[in-house]
């Protein structure tokens, strides 16, 4: 089935929502296409208040998105939820789905924002909810009085190590450099914490357990060793989800797009707008701005 439209947003996250909300209110017939039944996108996974987006406040991500879907209604464009993209052809720009569907649009936004970097170990899918945790603080109570690991060295695995340690009898992080690359304030507290324990230059080789999580196998400097504990954070990054646009635009060492002023990419009448082309500043202030930016883009090129 062949469908027709002045643009294809990919992606339901703040950015692929203002995309396709400007791109209504500019006249031009947009389809967005979400791969998750609930658009929203990393929202979802914020447990923290949101207090920086000017003019909008909310006690979580999952608040703020109910208050982004409520806001996007009011536009005319299709939204496609539930629905995978496959690929992106570009002469002439065909957009296909999993399921068969095929758009011919004028031009394509892609927002597809980030997901969290993984280890790729055998257990770390298995054992979510069985010791593996999805969130630090959205599941701070399960650490009561036990033994927590935390893969990682960044803000986000030591300001969860500083949460955690308020809960946790002991917590182990885990990283595979010497040196932290979160911020001093975190670590400062961290260090202050009598229950955490810091092992650097060390990597996670194997998660440990049958049933469920029972600990890792890590290899360091003085060799290997086992670490039994209760329950696994992994907090080790985010990776752009460039995938669909690889070996078809630029992307630079890491795979974030790269795009000009006005979000355009090095393949004419496609688009990258939100965390997926910006490493820099991936906030939702930056995302809905660039979503607005594409969408403009596009409708003064299509005038």
């Known amino acids: 089935m062949e469908t027709k439209t ?6 339901g996250g703040p950015a692929g929502l203002s995309a ?35 003019g909008l406040a909310a006690a979580n991500g999952r608040e703020f998105a109910a208050k982004l879907l409520e806001w996007e209604k009011q536009f005319a464009f299709r939204r496609l ?10 002469e002439p720009l065909v957009v296909r789905t999993a ?19 993984r280890l790729g170990l055998a257990g770390e899918d298995e054992f979510v909810g069985k010791g593996v945790l999805r969130s630090g603080a959205g599941q701070r109570e399960e650490a ?6 935390i893969v990682g060295g960044g803000d986000a695995a030591i300001e969860n190590a500083v949460l955690l340690s308020e809960f946790a ?14 911020r001093a304030e975190f670590l400062e507290r961290a260090k202050a ?50 995938e669909l646009l690889r070996g078809l635009v630029e992307l630079d060492v890491s795979g974030f797009v790269q795009v000009d002023v006005t979000c355009a990419t090095s393949v004419p009448m496609i688009f990258t707008c939100g965390d997926v082309a910006n490493a820099i500043s991936p906030t939702i202030s930056t995302a809905t701005g660039m979503g607005s930016t594409a969408a403009k883009a596009i409708a003064a090129r299509l005038s």
């Open 6 to 11: 002045d643009v294809v947003v990919i992606g």
């Open 20 to 54: 396709a909300a400007w791109c209504s209110d500019l006249g031009l017939t947009a389809v967005l296409i979400e791969a998750s039944e609930r658009p929203g996108g990393q929202l979802h996974s914020i447990n923290n208040p949101i207090a920086n987006y000017a």
């Open 81 to 90: 939820v539930g629905t995978r993209v496959e690929s992106i052809s570009a």
């Open 99 to 117: 399921g068969g569907e095929e758009f011919r649009p004028r031009a394509v936004i892609l927002a597809t924002g980030l997901s969290r970097r």
């Open 144 to 149: 009561k009085g036990k033994h927590v690991v």
């Open 169 to 182: 009898e002991r917590v182990t992080v885990v990283h595979r450099s010497r040196e932290f690359r979160a």
């Open 193 to 242: 914490a009598a229950n955490v324990e810091m092992i650097t230059e060390t990597h996670v080789s194997k998660i440990l357990g049958e049933k469920r999580f029972e600990g890792i196998e890590a290899s360091g400097p003085e060799g290997s060793r086992s670490i039994v504990a209760d329950l696994l954070l992994i907090r080790i990054g985010f990776k752009p989800n460039s």
